[in-house]
């Protein structure tokens, strides 16, 4: 039975931002500017990531020796100053936890949560746990959801743990590239059971980077956020503002 977690906004709020799937890396140092430069500016209220910020996370402490990690947190430090700052655990940043949250102001954000917002109530997750036909990888991440899978995970040195990241990230890779491997979407009956549950009618959530608006009936419908990658052509890089008027799909590039 999924646990439907609840975050009613303040009365003050009225544009907040939802993003997810940026998968900062060093490697991509366009798509960090892209992001530095909207957090610095947006107007909204209230930020929301749902997961997949980073396109690996291997323990907080990563943050607090020099580094693109400790870049980042710098920039969300700087956010969170100005706007609150709310962050769901994706498939690849799931091992985020309470001392980079502590590091940079930051509020973590259970998977899923419904946001109460000008009186609508917006379900809001990451997405993978809705991927029902990608069974090997809900397998994994009963696994590695585990306490004792994370603290004996946490308790390697830095570099083992970046290593085996670097290990899991190329298996998954083979594994996408491997014939016969189907692409899994978000289950649409799954989907539909958790707004009946939650009492809501839109679930907005990432994942899949398969942006749409997907009408599930009985005025229940799928709001899939889109990924960011602004090397791409054309370049990724959007923002879905949820505002009195509804949710509007602003493209930064
Ligand atoms: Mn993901």
């Known amino acids: 039975m999924t646990r439907f977690a609840e975050l009613v906004a303040p009365a003050s709020w009225r544009t907040v931002d939802l993003i997810s799937d940026l998968h900062l890396q ?27 910020l980073f396109e690996v996370w291997v323990g907080d402490d990563a943050a607090t020796q020099p580094g693109f990690e400790a870049q980042c947190a710098e920039v ?24 980079f949250a502590a590091q940079c102001g930051l509020t973590l954000l259970e998977d899923p949560t419904v946001l109460v917002l000008h009186g609508e109530r917006w379900l809001l997750s990451h997405g993978d746990m809705l991927c029902l ?9 009963e696994q590695v959801r585990t306490p004792e899978w994370r603290d004996a995970f946490l308790a390697k ?64 419908q ?17 923002v879905l503002c949820l505002t009195p008027a509804g949710a509007q799909r602003v493209d930064l590039r």
């Open 157 to 220: 040195p830095l570099e083992e743990r970046r290593a085996l990241a670097r290990a899991m990230r190329e298996q998954s890779e083979n594994h996408k590239r491997s014939p016969g491997m189907v692409w899994a979407d978000v289950d649409g009956p799954a989907a539909r059971a958790w707004l009946q549950a939650a009492d809501a009618r839109t679930l907005v959530h990432g994942h899949t980077h398969r942006p749409a608006d997907h009408d599930l009936g009985d005025g229940l």
């Open 133 to 141: 036909a990608d069974v090997d990888y809900l397998r994994f991440r």
């Open 222 to 238: 799928r709001t899939v956020l889109s990924d960011w990658d602004v090397s791409a052509q054309p370049p990724r890089a959007q």
């Open 26 to 52: 060093a490697g991509e140092p366009a798509t960090f500017d892209a992001w530095q430069g909207y957090l610095q500016t947006t107007p909204a209220d209230a930020l929301f990531i749902l997961g997949d």
């Open 76 to 99: 969300l430090r700087q956010t969170a100053e100005r706007v609150p700052v709310y962050l769901m655990h994706g498939n690849r940043d799931f091992l985020v936890g309470p001392a």
